[in-house]
Nanobody
Framework: VQLQAFGGGLVQAGGSLRLSCAAS????????VGWYRQAPGKEREWVGG???????NYADSLRDRFTIFRDRPKNTVDLQMNSLKPGDTAVYYC?????WGQGTLVTVSS
């Protein structure tokens, strides 16, 4: 099983970025998928997740700006991030069951 988060990069504060989680060896559509992030010097933090029925849940501090959804044509689970802040700078990871993907770095400049 391999998971890969991608789409990170450098963005200015107030901007948007869309991350994607792709998988091989496991079906994203048949499993709940979670997103986490880890900022420099901080513990890993839960961002949110999507269940198999499409229901989503988010960290309270992020629910107004972040959206998780399934992109079925791409076979990915995406994280749309809006109104980004420097505090959103982190490596973002996706997870399915006990599998963790390689993260993607998001840097938000002020």
């Amino acid at each position: 099983v391999q998971l890969q988060a991608f789409g990170g990069g450098l963005v200015q504060a107030g901007g948007s970025l869309r991350l994607s989680c792709a998988a091989s060896g496991i079906s994203l559509s048949a499993n709940a998928v979670g997103w986490y992030r880890q900022a420099p010097g901080k513990e890993r933090e839960w961002v949110g997740g999507i269940a198999t029925n499409g229901r989503t849940n988010y960290a309270d501090s992020l629910r107004d700006r972040f959206t998780i959804f399934r992109d079925r044509p791409k076979n990915t689970v995406d994280l749309q991030m809006n109104s980004l802040k420097p505090g959103d700078t982190a490596v973002y990871y996706c997870t399915v069951m006990h599998y963790w993907g390689q993260g993607t770095l998001v840097t938000v400049s002020s």
